[in-house]
């Protein structure tokens, strides 16, 4: 039978350590405690008190949200808030992403909570989304799925092999950082795609050289456009919503991408 325990704090921290690869030796002077004192914590043969989780779960790089599982696992109310992302006391932060968005333009933005769902985008973005099937842009819109998909984004896009492996690699990483079954399960969802035909047989290939990034490639009404992706998250954020929250922003790679994008916005 298959058991039912939830696990310890101890064993929630030996799960962290070794996610990110370290020994107890290793830890244990990160964290200047002695190593005999993380090996009594993780076997649950000593308790760890509300300020070692923290400590620990700092020096692990352990995400808010885990954080205060790992707290409540050793019998410690949680350190971070949740609010919704519509709550009064996030306002400020809603207005700081809306004003990247809008200032962003005419080139394409969009944030996204920790699942990749979107949560806001500029007009830009809505721009470049003629031909995806309905359903794909149903709410919750998932932007990786609406990128792979076969009724999403990947017939329009140009260099699909380079981009599915840029997108896949960058999620496996955030599975590797969270442990999220969630997203693993979106990960191997998204693996079962099927290539669109103008990509069936292509096998991803290097970084041009003298390239900088993998770009995104999109085929459009106004011609093929070239972007470089950028990543902005709260640095400090101490509730757990906020610190899932991520803003990506497109940059024209090229100057005929930048013409055409400005073309787009004064078309309206």
């Given at each position: 039978m298959m058991s039912t325990e939830r696990p310890t704090a101890g064993a929630l921290l030996r799960h962290w350590r070794q996610q990110r690869r370290l020994s107890q030796m290793a830890l244990a002077l990160e964290a200047e405690i002695s190593q005999r004192h993380l090996s009594y914590l993780e076997a649950g043969r000593a308790m760890p008190s509300r300020a070692m989780v923290l400590h620990l779960t700092e020096q692990l790089r352990v995400p808010l949200r885990e954080r205060n599982a790992i707290l409540a696992a050793a019998g410690f109310a949680p350190a971070y808030g949740e609010r919704p992302?519509?709550?009064?006391?996030?306002?400020a932060a809603r207005q700081a992403v809306e004003r990247i968005l809008h200032g962003h333009m005419p080139h394409p933005a969009l944030a996204?909570?920790?699942?990749w769902t979107l949560l806001s985008a500029n007009a830009a973005v809505f721009r470049l989304l003629?031909?995806?099937s309905g359903p794909l842009m149903q709410p919750p819109v998932n932007v990786l799925r609406l990128s792979l998909h076969p009724e999403g984004l990947a017939p329009r896009?140009?260099?699909?092999?380079?981009?599915r492996a840029h997108l896949l690699a960058r999620l496996a990483h955030e599975v590797q950082a969270s442990s999220d079954a969630a997203l693993l399960r979106l990960l191997e969802e998204l693996k079962g795609y099927p290539p669109p035909?103008?990509?069936r047989g292509a096998r991803a290939a290097p970084v041009e050289e003298g390239g900088i990034a993998v770009p995104l490639r999109l085929a459009g009404v106004a011609g093929p456009l070239s972007f470089l992706s950028t990543?902005?998250?709260f640095g400090?954020?101490?509730d757990v919503t906020l610190s899932e929250v991520t803003i990506e922003a497109f940059f024209p790679a090229d100057d005929a991408t930048a013409t055409a994008m400005?073309?787009?916005a004064a078309a309206g």
């Amino acid at each position: 039978m298959m058991s039912t325990e939830r696990p310890t704090a101890g064993a929630l921290l030996r799960h962290w350590r070794q996610q990110r690869r370290l020994s107890q030796m290793a830890l244990a002077l990160e964290a200047e405690i002695s190593q005999r004192h993380l090996s009594y914590l993780e076997a649950g043969r000593a308790m760890p008190s509300r300020a070692m989780v923290l400590h620990l779960t700092e020096q692990l790089r352990v995400p808010l949200r885990e954080r205060n599982a790992i707290l409540a696992a050793a019998g410690f109310a949680p350190a971070y808030g949740e609010r919704p992302l519509q709550a009064p006391e996030l306002a400020a932060a809603r207005q700081a992403v809306e004003r990247i968005l809008h200032g962003h333009m005419p080139h394409p933005a969009l944030a996204v909570d920790r699942y990749w769902t979107l949560l806001s985008a500029n007009a830009a973005v809505f721009r470049l989304l003629g031909g995806v099937s309905g359903p794909l842009m149903q709410p919750p819109v998932n932007v990786l799925r609406l990128s792979l998909h076969p009724e999403g984004l990947a017939p329009r896009i140009l260099n699909f092999a380079e981009w599915r492996a840029h997108l896949l690699a960058r999620l496996a990483h955030e599975v590797q950082a969270s442990s999220d079954a969630a997203l693993l399960r979106l990960l191997e969802e998204l693996k079962g795609y099927p290539p669109p035909p103008q990509a069936r047989g292509a096998r991803a290939a290097p970084v041009e050289e003298g390239g900088i990034a993998v770009p995104l490639r999109l085929a459009g009404v106004a011609g093929p456009l070239s972007f470089l992706s950028t990543t902005t998250v709260f640095g400090t954020a101490v509730d757990v919503t906020l610190s899932e929250v991520t803003i990506e922003a497109f940059f024209p790679a090229d100057d005929a991408t930048a013409t055409a994008m400005a073309r787009l916005a004064a078309a309206g």
